[in-house]
C-alpha cells in the first residue's frame, strides 16, 4: 500500500501529501457495486492510518460523471437482506470517509446521483464542476437514499429542501446545489482537480492536527446538543495547546514572520 494503489475499481495517487482517489468504472458511470464499496472501506482505513496523506480529492473517472449512484444492475434482483447488507457497508465505508483526521474534498466532475451525491456529502468540502448535476433519484425507483442521503443531506440543506429533492427526484445544476449550500464552489471542469490542489495547498498551510481537531469539533457537535458541542470544543481546544504547532504559531504571530506549521 506504500504510495499510490490500484484496486479492481479504484485508483489512489498520492503526491505532495495530497491523494487522489479515483472512483473508475467508467462503463456503468462510476456507479457503486457493493465490490467498489468494499474497496472503498480499505482505502478510507489505508488513508486515515497514512501520516504521509494531509489532503485527500475524491473524484470519479471521465469527464461525464463522479458517480451516478448505487448499481442498479446488481441491485435489481437482490433481496432485502442484500439491500440492508449494501446500506451497512456504505455506512461503515463512507463514516470512515466522514470522520477520517485528514481533509477530504469531493471533485464532483459530472452527475453526482444518489450514492453519488451521498458519498459527496460525506466528504468535508464539495467543489463542483460546472457540468455537475446533483439529485437522488431513488423514489423514482421505488426506493430510498440508502447511503445516507436522509441523513446527511437535511442536515447539509435543511429538512424541507432534502425532502424536496428526495420526493421529487430533481436533478439540480452546480450553481442550484452552490446556491443551496451544497457546493462549496463551482469551477470550470477543465480546472477542477487544480483548483482542488490549489485548496489543498491553503489547507495544508494551516496547522493539520488543528484541522483534524477542528474537523471532529463540527462533525460530532452536529450531531449533539450546544452545551456538550461547546464542552468538547473546550477540550480539544486546550488539547491543541500542547503542540508544537502552537507554539511556532503564536510566536510567529508576536515576531511577525509567516508561521511554519507542520504538526499532524
Ligand atoms: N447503476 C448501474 N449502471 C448505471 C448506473 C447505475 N446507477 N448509471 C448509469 N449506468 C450505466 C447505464 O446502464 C449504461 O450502461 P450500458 O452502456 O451498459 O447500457 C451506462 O452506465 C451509461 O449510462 P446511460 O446510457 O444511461 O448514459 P446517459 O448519458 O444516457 O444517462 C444518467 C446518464 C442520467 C446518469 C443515467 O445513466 C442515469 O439516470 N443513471 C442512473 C442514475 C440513478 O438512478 N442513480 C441512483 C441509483 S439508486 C441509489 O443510488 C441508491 C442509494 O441511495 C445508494
Given at each position: ?10 485508483l489512489?495517487e ?11 468504472r ?5 456507479a457503486?457495486n457493493?465490490e ?16 504521509d496523506?494531509?489532503v485527500?480529492?475524491?473524484t ?6 463522479f ?8 441491485m435489481?434482483?437482490a ?9 451497512l ?5 463512507f463514516?470512515?470517509l466522514?470522520?477520517m ?9 459530472g ?12 466528504c468535508d ?7 455537475a448535476r446533483?439529485?437522488q ?18 442536515r ?5 429542501r432534502?425532502k ?7 436533478q439540480?445544476?452546480?450553481e442550484?446545489?452552490y ?10 471542469q ?7 490542489k490549489?485548496?489543498a ?21 452536529m450531531d449533539?446538543?450546544l452545551?456538550s ?5 473546550a ?8 503542540t508544537?504547532d502552537?507554539?511556532?504559531?503564536m510566536?510567529?504571530?508576536?515576531e ?9
Open positions: 500500500f506504500q504510495g499510490g494503489f490500484t484496486m479492481n475499481n479504484l489512489m498520492v503526491e505532495n501529501e495530497i491523494a487522489v482517489v479515483t472512483i473508475n467508467p462503463k456503468s458511470l462510476n457503486l457493493s467498489t464499496l468494499a474497496e472503498l472501506d480499505q482505502c478510507f482505513s489505508e488513508i486515515s492510518r497514512r501520516k496523506i494531509r485527500v480529492i475524491l470519479g473517472s471521465g469527464e461525464k460523471s458517480v451516478a449512484g448505487a448499481d442498479i444492475s446488481e435489481v434482483n433481496s432485502p437482506a442484500e439491500g440492508r447488507q449494501m446500506g457497508l456504505a455506512k461503515e465505508a463514516l470512515k466522514e470522520t483526521p485528514q481533509v477530504t474534498i469531493a471533485a464532483v466532475n452527475y453526482a446521483l444518489g450514492g453519488g451525491c451521498e458519498i459527496s456529502m460525506a468540502i464539495r467543489v463542483a464542476a460546472e457540468n446533483f439529485a433519484p431513488e423514489t423514482g425507483l421505488g426506493i430510498l437514499p440508502g447511503f445516507g442521503g436522509t441523513q446527511r443531506l437535511s447539509l440543506v435543511g429538512k424541507g432534502a424536496e429533492l428526495i420526493f421529487t427526484c430533481d439540480i445544476d452546480a442550484e446545489a446556491r443551496i449550500g451544497l457546493a462549496n464552489k463551482v469551477v470550470p477543465t480546472e477542477l482537480i487544480d483548483y482542488c490549489k485548496m495547498a491553503k489547507i495544508m498551510s494551516k496547522g493539520s492536527y488543528a484541522i483534524s481537531l477542528a474537523k471532529e469539533a463540527i462533525n460530532t457537535g449533539t446538543d452545551s458541542g461547546l464542552t468538547l470544543e477540550d480539544l481546544f486546550g488539547l491543541a495547546f500542547s508544537e502552537k507554539k511556532e504559531g510566536t510567529a504571530f508576536l511577525k514572520r509567516k508561521a511554519d506549521l507542520k504538526d499532524f
